[in-house]
Each structure stands twice: as structure tokens, then as C-alpha cells.
């Protein structure tokens, strides 16, 4: 229903626009604009059929508004020499039906003529292109014909219920807007940065930045000193070095959340290209409905669960990383440093997607709608998606800068909680899980009263589309239940850890494994519960990903399951999806399924792994430039979307090369240079074998001065 009212309002607007200006001057005939050839404009009007099929429409009321005025004034004063109705050129260069742009390039070279968009938003987008006089490009002096279309609608059956939303939009006038000073001042950064870069690359080389007493075999950044330290933080050379570096010192174990990182961002790729491409003028938008009904298209839904993959392994990290630090100090740490290091981790390439965003991507393009493609909402809010509120502040996620950036928010949250349950955990481990477990169940519980009190469907319905958004999808007390899965799983993989060690030292009685190293290690004695854990790991990660087919084969304009259903996929589904990715991994942890640890755990892997914050955070202005630079509508099919896909992938990868060695890498240099405290230098342990052979090689030295650069005698 509300599909077809779209098509009557585009077959409306085209009809009134037609009888809007046909009625004002009637017989009247005009000449040609200056600058144009009569052979032209004859051979546009002649291919012009079914045009005087308009006259049936009753004339469009007047109006007391005076703007109105000076457009009707306007189309009553242009005329031609050449005996061709103005009215017909008009005509050709608008579109003629649903996303079609006309010739927006031929309408805005023609004198006192302007090329507008009317955008209609119904549950879906719909956007037509039309060519009216320069007096009427503006919303002021559309309003009398808004009006109009309005009340035809409800006349032909369109229910009142059913909210129609007409903008008219001037692309070219924007198009003309000056860098401005937030432009420059992101030109600035950027070149200041490219100077550093490349300056700090020669510093090791540079006898001003080395300090006297240094050792010519040290590594640069320990004989630098402070100012070379300073543009050694930026030197390219030494970052991309680093970045494609593979020295295998970590976790071998962990060495596969690299893979699971770029899959799953590829798999968030995939999401926001259909869904922003959704949005994008479409010329079958109808076919892109139907398209939505197959089996196969829920693996673009289910890319949401890949937001939850990120989640949950953020909790993973945190709780397993901050636990080895602060356990052997019975939960006590440097807590303002470890927030401040996080906020700052998070701080500088967020400001950077921001800067680049709303002030340089805007002008890579030309395509009739770029510019207002790049309305980000952050003259008002950008303070907020700095500090990491933008979720809740503003509080509808249409007016958030920078709308991608809730992730951010929430994970940042959920942080600012972690080192206060780790401290319990280190004061006693079950008090830990509980906290963890309480604010698990707090996020269960919401989700289903929220779910039940407002209707909600699982995502993708447009009955309360939005609504889902503000309300569930993007609030931290509703998405915690992701990283509380991968909280306790870091726990546990701590206390595995601990127990591993333990187990490796040859001089401890037999030990009593924790209940968590049991279920880590019950993989390595039975390839029939390798293969339970797989195949149960499995059964949920596809569970709820392809059990969407039953919502979605309704297509977009209802809500097919029951209250208790949605309810239960709202509250479970996340949680229970990146738990089966859980027991997926853990053979992985014992040798097991070793093809899963080559294929996600590779060098490749690890390198594209530490460049997906850029690729999470540039992708979708990649996405934005892209569709906003078509001249005219698109043409959706499930193989053009994936190969947009295809395209949009590998361009985010190599573009978070650079963005990480502008906007991550120098940062994070600086902040360990400078505000990290210093590791005290290791003490070197040595066996009784060792000193023993030491002392016989001091009794061979003849001179005593070489002696006393060996190590000492036993004590």
C-alpha cells in the first residue's frame, strides 16, 4: 500500500507540475532561452508524446503566498522567439518516473533555470529530478503545489495514517559552497602531518635528534631524544614498517581474531551497502522489494550480527588484557591512565573521519546530489561523538553526527564499567561473573519490555523502523549482552591461561584445574567433542541468521511474527550468536580444526586485522561518494549490489592504510613515548647450570678487567 502511494505522488507530481505551469500561460507562446539553438529545443519537444494528457487536471488552487507569486510571475514572463511552449523543455529535461533525475547538467547551463530534487520519504525513499525556473527553486515558492499533491493524495485513497514527507532540494546552489575554515583546517592537519611524516623518517639519521650517549645498534626509539622522539611518532617510514611487520611475539591462540576482524567487517560492508543503497534513488525500487524476499538475501541482515562479533570480542579483549594486569594487584591499576588511554585510542581517528567527512569528501565529487549527500548532522552534535555519548545524546539516532559512529559510544560504555568489574573479579572471581551476569539479565529483560511495549519487530520493518533504532538497537542497556558473553569469556580464558602455566611447571604438585580450563581443554582429549563444539557453534551462528527468511518474506511492510517471537529473538539473539562463534574457536585453542586457525590466523590476516578500525570508520563515506556521484537512478539487482561490494571492500582496505598512518599510528607513538610508564628493564633468571659454566669461563680469563663484564659468581 504505501509503495503504491509512492508511485501516485511521483505520478502526481508529475502530472501537477505539467498543469502547474500549462495552466498559468495556457496558449501563451515563448521564446527560446539565450544560448540555445530552435533546432534543439525542436527536436526535444518532438520526441515529447502524451503530453497534453495533463490538461485534465483540475488547475492548481492560488495562493496568497507571496514567494508562490513570484513564480507564477516568473513562468508567465519567459518566452521564446521560436513559437515552442517553454513548458515542453521543461518537460524533457525532468524525470519522468520514479528516481529518475532528467538531465540535470543541460537544465542548470540554461538561463533563469534551476534543477531541483523532490524528495519523497513514505518507508522508502523516492527522489525526482525536475527543471523549473530559478524563481521556483526554492521550498518557499513550492509550497502551493506541496499542497496540492497533499490533498490528491488523500483524495485517491491514500490513508491518513500513512505519513508523506515532500523536500524540495537545490543541488547546485550547494554545490558552490567554499571550503570554508573547516576545510582548511583539515587541509592544514593534513599537510603538517605529511611534513612530519616525512621529516621523521630522517630522524635516526639526523645527529641533533640522537642523544650522546646512545649505543649505534640501539633500536631508534631508544636513542633518540625527546623532539626526535616526537617526529619519529610520525615517520612513515617506520609506521608502515610496523604495520606490515609479523613478528609472531603475541598469543599464538588470539592470532585468530584477526581473521574473524576483516571477515566481519566485510560482512558490515555488505550491510551498509544494501541499506544506505536502499535509499539511494532506485529505478526498480519495486524489484529491490522483491529482491529483499529471497532465501540468500538475509545474509545481509545477518551482517548486523557482525557488529555483535566486534562486541564481543572488544569484551574478550578488555576483560582478559585488563585481568592480567590488575589480578597479581588484587584489582588495583592506574585507572585514570587506562580510561584516558582507551578515550584517546578512540579520540583521534574518530576526529579525523569527522574532519574528512564534512569537509574534503564533499568536494571529490560532482554528481547532481553529492553535496547534500554529506549532511552529517554535526554542526550541533559533533561534540558528543567525541566524548562518546552520541547514543544517547541527541537521543534520535536521525540527528546523531556522524550515525556509525553509535558503535563507538557503546563500546566506550561498556568500557567505562569493565575495570570496576574486574576489580571485583580480583577480589573474588564469583562476584565478577555475577556483575557480569547481572547486567546481562538487565539487558534481556529490556529488550523484551521494550519489544512488547512498542511493537517492535527483529530490524527491517517500516512500522517502527525507527522506533527500533532509538530505542533497541543502538542503546547501550540493550546491546551489552554481546560483550557480557565475551567478558566472561575472557575471564575464563584467563583463568585457562593461569592454569596452562601451572600444568607447564615441572617443580608443582598436580594441580586442580578450574571448571573454566576444563571446558577450554575437553577439546584436546576427544575429537567427538571437537567436533560438538563445532557443529554446535554452527547450529547458532546459522540459526539466527537464516531463521530472518520467515520475517523477511513479507517484505518491508509488516511486522509476520508474534509478539513472544520477536521478544525472544531481541533478547537472545545476539548473545547467542556470538556464543556459538565461541565454540567454534576454542578447538583452536588445542590444535584442533587446524584449517580454521590457517585461514583466519595467517599473516595476512594479521596485518589487514590491524587496520579494520580505519575500514570501519572511512567505509561508509566511501559507500556515500560512491552512490551520491550517479547522475541517475540505479538499477538493483542482487549481483550489481555485490559487486558494489566487491568494489567498496578492497578501496576501505586501502584507504585505512594511510588514514591509520595519519590519524592511529603517530598518536598511539606519542602516547607511549610520553604518557605510558616505562616498563622496568627485565632481570635476566639464570639456571644453576648456567652460572655454574659462567664462573669456569671467568677462571680462564687471564685479564681481570673482562671479568667483571661477566656476570657475577653464584650467591
Not at 148 to 163: N, S, T, Y
Not at 464 to 489: E, H
Not at 565 to 587: C, D, K, Q, T
Request: charged share 15%.
Amino acid at each position: 500500500k504505501i509503495l503504491l502511494t509512492c508511485v501516485i505522488v511521483v505520478i502526481l507530481m508529475r502530472q501537477g507540475i505539467c498543469r502547474f505551469t500549462e495552466a498559468t500561460f495556457k496558449d501563451n507562446e515563448h521564446s527560446l532561452v539565450n544560448g540555445y539553438h530552435h533546432e534543439r529545443l525542436a527536436d526535444i519537444s518532438e520526441t515529447l508524446t502524451g503530453f497534453n494528457a495533463y490538461k485534465s487536471f483540475q488547475e492548481i488552487p492560488d495562493t496568497s503566498n507571496e514567494t508562490s507569486h513570484m513564480c507564477l510571475e516568473s513562468l508567465r514572463t519567459s518566452l521564446s522567439p521560436g513559437g515552442v511552449n517553454y513548458l515542453k523543455l521543461y518537460y524533457a529535461l525532468s524525470g519522468k518516473s520514479i528516481n529518475q533525475l532528467g538531465n540535470p547538467e543541460l537544465c542548470h547551463k540554461m538561463d533563469q533555470s534551476e534543477w531541483v530534487v523532490l524528495k519523497i520519504n513514505a518507508g522508502v525513499n523516492i527522489n525526482l529530478g525536475l527543471c523549473v525556473p530559478t524563481a521556483c527553486a526554492a521550498p518557499e515558492e513550492f509550497s502551493g503545489f506541496k499542497e496540492f499533491l497533499m490533498r490528491k493524495a488523500r483524495e485517491l485513497g491514500v490513508p491518513e495514517d500513512v505519513k508523506i514527507d515532500i523536500k524540495l532540494m537545490v543541488p547546485y546552489q550547494q554545490a558552490s559552497a567554499s571550503w570554508g575554515a573547516g576545510g582548511i583546517i583539515t587541509l592544514t592537519v593534513l599537510g603538517l602531518i605529511t611534513l612530519l611524516g616525512i621529516a621523521g623518517s630522517f630522524t635516526e639519521y639526523i645527529p641533533i635528534f640522537i642523544k650522546p650517549d646512545s649505543i649505534p645498534s640501539e633500536k631508534p626509539e631508544q636513542k633518540l631524544n625527546k623532539l626526535g622522539l616526537t617526529l619519529h611518532s610520525f615517520s612513515f617510514k617506520n609506521n608502515l614498517q610496523k604495520l606490515f611487520e609479523v613478528n609472531n611475539k603475541g598469543d599464538d591462540d588470539l592470532a585468530i581474531l584477526n581473521g574473524i576482524r576483516v571477515f566481519s567487517i566485510c560482512w558490515v560492508i555488505a550491510g551498509h551497502v544494501f541499506m544506505i543503497g536502499s535509499g539511494a534513488p532506485m529505478s526498480n525500487i519495486l524489484s529491490m522489494q522483491n529482491m529483499m524476499t529471497t532465501w540468500y538475501f538475509v545474509i545481509v541482515p545477518g551482517g548486523f550480527f557482525a557488529v555483535d562479533v566486534f562486541f564481543m570480542m572488544s569484551g574478550f579483549l578488555t576483560f582478559y588484557l585488563l585481568t592480567v594486569k590488575m589480578y597479581p594487584k588484587k584489582g588495583w591499576t592506574n585507572f585514570p591512565m587506562v580510561y584516558f588511554h582507551r578515550w584517546f585510542r578512540l579520540f583521534t581517528p574518530a576526529a579525523f573521519c569527522i574532519l574528512l567527512t564534512n569537509f574534503v569528501f564533499k568536494h571529490l565529487g560532482s554528481g547532481p546530489s553529492f553535496q547534500q549527500s554529506w549532511n552529517m548532522n554535526c554542526e550541533k552534535y559533533w561534540w558528543s561523538s567525541l566524548i562518546f555519548i552520541n547514543n544517547l545524546v541527541p537521543w534520535n539516532n536521525g540527528l546523531m553526527c556522524m550515525s556509525w559512529f553509535w558503535y563507538l559510544a557503546n563500546d566506550f560504555e561498556f568500557f567505562l564499567i569493565s575495570p570496576i568489574i574486574i576489580f571485583f573479579y580480583c577480589r573474588n572471581k564469583i562476584v565478577g561473573y555475577a556483575l557480569v551476569a547481572l547486567l546481562m539479565l538487565v539487558n534481556y529483560i529490556v529488550n523484551m519490555v521494550l519489544t512488547a511495549q512498542n511493537d517492535l519487530g527483529i530490524i527491517f520493518t517500516l512500522s517502527g523502523g525507527g522506533d527500533f533504532f532509538d530505542l533497541v538497537y543502538m542503546k547501550p542497556w540493550s546491546r551489552f549482552a554481546a560483550y557480557g558473553v565475551g567478558a566472561i569469556f575472557g575471564f575464563m580464558y584467563y583463568e585457562y591461561k593461569q592454569d596452562k602455566k601451572k600444568m607447564a611447571d615441572e617443580n608443582l604438585e598436580e594441580i586442580r584445574p578450574s571448571l573454566s580450563t576444563k571446558i577450554m581443554m575437553a577439546p584436546k582429549y576427544s575429537t567427538l567433542i571437537t567436533y560438538f563444539y563445532f557443529f554446535s557453534g554452527l547450529f547458532l551462528t546459522s540459526f539466527f541468521v537464516f531463521i530472518q527468511i520467515s520475517f523477511y518474506k513479507e517484505k518491508l511492510n509488516s511486522n509476520p511474527w508474534s509478539k513472544t517471537s520477536n521478544m525472544l529473538y531481541n533478547a537472545f539473539g545476539r548473545s547467542f550468536f556470538v556464543l556459538g562463534l565461541i565454540l567454534i574457536i576454542i578447538p583452536t585453542f588445542q590444535g584442533r580444526l587446524p584449517w580454521i586457525k590457517h585461514l583466519l590466523g595467517n599473516n595476512t590476516m594479521i596485518v589487514l586485522g590491524r587496520i579494520t578500525f580505519g575500514v570501519y570508520l572511512m567505509h561508509i563515506p566511501w559507500i556515500i561518494m560512491l552512490l551520491a556521484d550517479s547522475r541517475q537512478g540505479m538499477w538493483v539487482s542482487n549481483l550489481n549490489a555485490w559487486w558494489l561490494v566487491l568494489g567498496i571492500a578492497p578501496i576501505s582496505f586501502l584507504f585505512a592504510i594511510p588514514f591509520s598512518m595519519y590519524a592511529e599510528v603517530p598518536f598511539m607513538n606519542l602516547e607511549k613515548h610520553f604518557l605510558m610508564p616505562k616498563p622496568p628493564p627485565k632481570k635476566i633468571v639464570l639456571k644453576e647450570q648456567q652460572v655454574e659454566s659462567f664462573e669456569r669461563i671467568n677462571k680462564t680469563v687471564d685479564s681481570e678487567e673482562p671479568k667483571s663484564l661477566l656476570l657475577p659468581k653464584k650467591s
